[in-house]
C-alpha cells in the first residue's frame, strides 16, 4: 500500500514546515505533544482494515491522500449555514476557523468557553493535564494527525460546584469549497469538583464536497461533577468524520453522552470513558440513522478502573439502502473495580435487505464481584404489526415511519436538550418517511 | 330491496399453500349482526384474513363486494378507510407507540380519506375518553403503548374500543370472545351492544356460543370444512351448544351420522 505512506509523509512534511506557526508552539509540553503524534502517525501510518479495530472500516478514502488546510474564506458565504438561534453561549467554527458573527459567548460567573487559541494564549496552565493526554495518538492515527496540526477548537471550563444552567454549543460547520479541504477540530472540557455543565457539539454542513473532519474531544470530569455531552454529526453525505473522544471521570463524578449520527459518507466515531474514581458512573448512548452507501462505525469503551462503577450504554442503528454499521462495544473491568455495575445494549433496524451491521461485544472483566451484561439484536419492521395499522386505515408509508419512530424513541426521548431532540426526531421524518420505497434498489 | 353491504360469493381461499375456504356465500345487511361458528380449523379466521387483506391468505376464486365494490382489489388500509374494521383474534403490542397517539393517526387517516378535517389534540381527546368508557377503558391504558403488557382481556377491549373511535360500516370481530374471563365478556358485549347501529353491520366470528347470550344475532352460520353448511336464527347458535359441531359433519346434510366427533371441549 504505497499511497497511505504518501500520504503520512506529507502530512509529516506540512508538519515540519508548519509547527513553529502553530497555536501553542510556544509551550515545551504542547510542542513534545504534536512531535510524538506526528511521529507517531509517520511511523505508523493510517489503519488498514488488516487491523482489528479498523476490519470493518476502510478508512482509505480519507488517508489515500492528504486534506488541505481550509481555503481563505469571505464572510459572505457564512451566515446561510448557522442554522437556529439557541439561549446560551454559542460558538462557532466555519471551516475550523472562529466565526464571532455566528457565535454569542454571554458572561457566566465561574466558567468559561473560548477558542482553544486564545486559552493557549492567555492562560494554558489548566490544559497541560488534559490536551493531548486523554486521547491516545499512538492508538488512534487520525487523532495523531488531530493533536499534531490542530489549528483551533474550543475550551469550556467550569470552575468549582459552579453549574451551567443553559447548554454551550460549539458548532463546526464546514461549508462547501471547490476543493476537498480537512478541519481539526479539538476540543477541552474541564469541569471541576462538584460542576456541572451541559455541553452540544455540532458538525454539520450542506451536501457537496468530500471534507474530512478529525475531530478529537478531550473531557476531565472532577470529583462529583456532572457532564451531559450531546454530540450531532450532520456533515455533508459525502464527507468523512473521525471523531475520536475521551472522558476522564474522577470519584462519584456522572458523564453522559448522546451521540447522534446522520451524516457523512464515512464516519468513525471512537468514545473511551475511564471511570477513574469510586462510584463514578457513565451513560452512553447513540443513534445512528444511515441510508444510500453510507457507513457508520461507532466504537466504544468503558474502564471501570474503581469501586462501585455504573455504566449504561445504549446505542440504536436505523439502516436503509446499502448502508453498513459498525458497533464495537468494549468494557473493561479492572481487578479493583469491585461492585462494578456495566449494561450494555446495541440494537438494529434494517429497512432493506442490502444494508449490513456489524455488532460486537467485547467484555474483558478481571474483577470477581461485578454483574455486567450486554445484548444485541439486529431486526426488521415487524409485518404483523405493519399489518395492524395499516388495517386501522394508516397508509403503508405512514406506517413506516411510525414504527422507525418508536424504535428511536428510547434513545431519542433521552437527549437533554429539547432543540436536539425535536430536530432529531424532525431528522428522522424528513430522511426515511419521504422515502416511498426506502431507498430499496 | 337495499343492496347488501358485504356480498361474499363462492369464496376461495388458501392460506400458505393449504385451500382453507372451499365455495363460501354469505350476504350481510346493514343493521345485521352475523354469527359464524365454526370448529377449529374451519376457516374462521382465514375468512377474517381474507375480508381484511392479510398477507399469507391469497384468493383462488370467487368475489367479496362491500358497497357493490370489489373488496379484494383494496388494500388493507384503504378498506378501513372506507369503513371495514377487523377485531383482531391476536392483537399485536407496539412497544414506543402510545395507545391515544396511534387512535388519533388512525382516525385522522379515515377522516382524511373521507375529506374530513383533521382532529387535533384537545378535541381528540374528548372524543376518545367518552369512547372508551365504553369499555371501561382507563386514562393510563390509553397512554400506555399500544397493547403492550395489557392483560389478554385489556387488548379485546382495546379493539371494541378503535372500533367505537373509528366509526366503522362493517365490522368483522374474530374470536374477540376468547380468553375473556365473564366479566371481561360482558363488559366486551356491552361495547358491541352500545354500537349496533342501522346502518351499521357486524360480523361475529366465534367457536362458542357463550357471547351469543349476550350479543344477540341476527343470523347464526356454521363454518364447516371452509364452506358455510348451515344457516338460522339465533336459536342455532344454542343447538350447536347443546350438540356440539359434530352433528353437522357431512357437508350440510345436518343429521348426525356415526362416527363424527363429538361436541368441542370448550377450555
Known amino acids: 500500500m504505497a499511497a497511505p505512506v504518501e500520504t503520512r509523509d506529507l502530512y509529516l512534511e506540512e508538519y515540519r514546515r508548519r509547527a513553529p506557526d502553530l497555536p501553542g508552539a510556544g509551550l515545551p509540553w504542547l510542542r513534545r505533544t504534536r512531535e510524538d503524534a506526528i511521529e507517531r502517525l509517520a511511523s505508523r501510518g493510517f489503519p488498514t482494515t488488516r487491523e482489528e479495530a479498523w476490519r470493518f472500516t476502510d478508512s482509505g478514502p480519507a488517508s489515500r491522500a492528504p486534506f488541505a488546510p481550509p481555503p481563505p474564506r469571505s464572510g459572505a458565504a457564512s451566515a446561510a449555514g448557522a442554522g437556529p438561534a439557541h439561549p446560551g453561549a454559542h460558538l462557532t467554527f466555519l471551516d475550523g476557523r472562529p466565526a464571532p458573527d455566528l457565535s454569542a459567548l454571554p458572561a457566566a460567573p465561574g466558567a468559561s468557553v473560548a477558542t482553544l487559541r486564545e486559552a493557549l494564549d492567555r492562560s494554558p496552565a489548566p490544559l497541560e493535564p488534559v490536551l493531548g493526554r486523554l486521547v491516545p495518538a499512538a492508538e488512534h492515527p487520525f487523532a495523531a494527525l488531530n493533536t499534531s496540526l490542530f489549528e483551533d477548537g474550543a475550551l469550556v471550563h467550569v470552575q468549582k460546584g459552579v453549574v451551567l444552567a443553559d447548554p454551550v454549543h460549539l458548532v463546526f460547520l464546514s461549508w462547501r469549497a471547490a476543493e476537498p479541504f480537512r478541519t481539526l477540530p479539538r476540543i477541552v472540557l474541564l469541569l471541576e469538583e462538584g460542576a456541572a455543565a451541559t455541553v452540544v457539539v455540532s458538525y454539520t454542513g450542506p451536501a457537496g464536497g468530500a471534507m474530512l473532519t478529525s475531530a478529537v474531544t478531550e473531557v476531565a470530569l472532577g470529583e462529583g461533577a456532572s457532564l451531559r455531552l450531546v454530540k450531532v454529526q450532520r456533515e455533508s453525505v459525502e464527507g468523512f468524520h473521525l471523531d475520536a473522544t475521551a472522558a476522564r471521570v474522577a470519584r462519584g463524578a456522572a458523564f453522559s453522552s448522546h451521540v447522534v449520527t446522520l451524516g457523512a459518507a464515512l464516519s468513525r466515531t471512537d468514545l473511551t470513558v475511564a471511570l477513574a474514581g469510586a462510584g463514578a458512573e457513565c451513560g452512553l448512548s447513540g443513534l445512528y440513522e444511515l441510508r444510500g452507501r453510507q457507513h457508520a462505525d461507532h466504537h466504544t469503551t468503558i474502564v471501570h478502573e474503581a469501586p462501585q462503577g455504573t455504566s449504561r450504554e445504549l446505542y440504536k442503528g436505523v439502516l436503509d439502502g446499502r448502508s453498513r454499521a459498525v458497533f464495537d462495544g468494549r468494557i473493561l473491568v479492572r481487578p479493583e473495580a469491585q461492585k462494578t455495575n456495566a449494561l450494555q445494549t446495541n440494537k438494529n433496524l434494517l429497512l432493506s435487505p442490502e444494508a449490513l451491521v456489524n455488532t460486537k461485544p467485547e467484555l474483558q472483566i478481571f474483577a470477581n464481584d461485578v454483574k455486567v451484561k450486554h445484548g444485541a439484536t439486529i431486526g426488521q419492521l415487524d409485518r404483523d404489526v405493519l399489518f395492524y395499522l395499516r388495517s386501522r386505515g394508516i397508509p403503508e408509508e405512514e406506517a413506516r415511519r411510525l414504527l422507525i419512530h418508536a424504535f428511536a424513541s428510547e434513545v431519542v426521548d433521552a437527549i437533554p436538550v429539547p432543540w436536539v431532540r425535536e430536530t432529531t426526531a424532525a431528522a428522522l421524518f424528513t430522511t426515511i418517511g419521504e422515502r416511498p420505497d426506502g431507498g430499496r434498489p | ?267
Open chain 2, 1 to 267: 330491496m337495499v343492496a347488501p353491504l358485504l356480498e361474499i360469493r363462492d369464496l376461495q381461499a388458501s392460506a400458505g399453500e393449504r385451500p382453507v375456504l372451499r365455495g363460501l356465500t354469505l350476504s350481510v345487511r346493514a343493521g345485521e349482526v352475523h354469527a359464524i361458528m365454526g370448529p377449529n380449523g374451519s376457516g374462521k379466521s382465514t375468512l377474517a384474513h381474507v375480508l381484511a387483506g392479510r398477507e399469507g391468505t391469497k384468493v383462488t376464486g370467487g368475489t367479496a363486494l362491500y358497497q357493490g365494490r370489489d373488496l379484494l382489489a383494496l388494500a388493507p388500509e384503504d378498506r378501513a378507510r372506507e369503513g371495514v374494521f377487523l377485531a383482531f383474534q391476536y392483537p399485536v403490542e407496539i412497544p414506543g407507540v402510545s395507545n391515544v397517539y396511534f387512535l388519533k393517526a388512525a382516525l385522522n387517516a379515515i377522516r382524511r380519506h373521507r375529506g374530513e378535517p383533521e382532529m387535533d389534540a384537545a378535541d381528540f381527546l374528548v372524543h376518545v375518553r367518552e369512547r372508551a368508557r365504553l369499555v371501561q377503558m382507563s386514562e393510563a391504558l390509553l397512554q400506555r403503548p399500544v397493547n403492550e403488557g395489557f392483560s389478554g382481556g385489556e387488548k379485546k377491549r382495546n379493539e371494541i374500543l378503535q372500533m367505537a373511535v373509528l366509526d366503522p360500516r362493517l365490522s368483522i370481530l374474530d374470536e374477540t370472545d376468547s380468553g375473556l374471563d365473564i366479566d371481561a365478556l360482558k363488559v366486551v358485549a356491552d361495547g358491541i351492544n352500545a354500537l349496533r347501529r342501522p346502518d351499521r353491520a357486524m360480523v361475529l366470528i366465534t367457536h362458542y356460543q357463550r357471547l351469543l347470550s349476550y350479543v344477540v344475532p341476527d343470523r347464526v352460520h356454521v363454518l364447516a370444512d371452509g364452506q358455510l353448511v348451515r344457516s338460522g336464527g339465533k336459536e342455532l347458535a344454542l343447538e350447536l351448544e347443546e350438540r356440539g359441531y359434530g352433528f353437522l359433519a357431512g357437508n350440510g346434510s345436518g343429521g348426525a351420522g356415526p362416527g363424527v366427533t363429538g361436541p368441542e371441549v370448550t377450555g
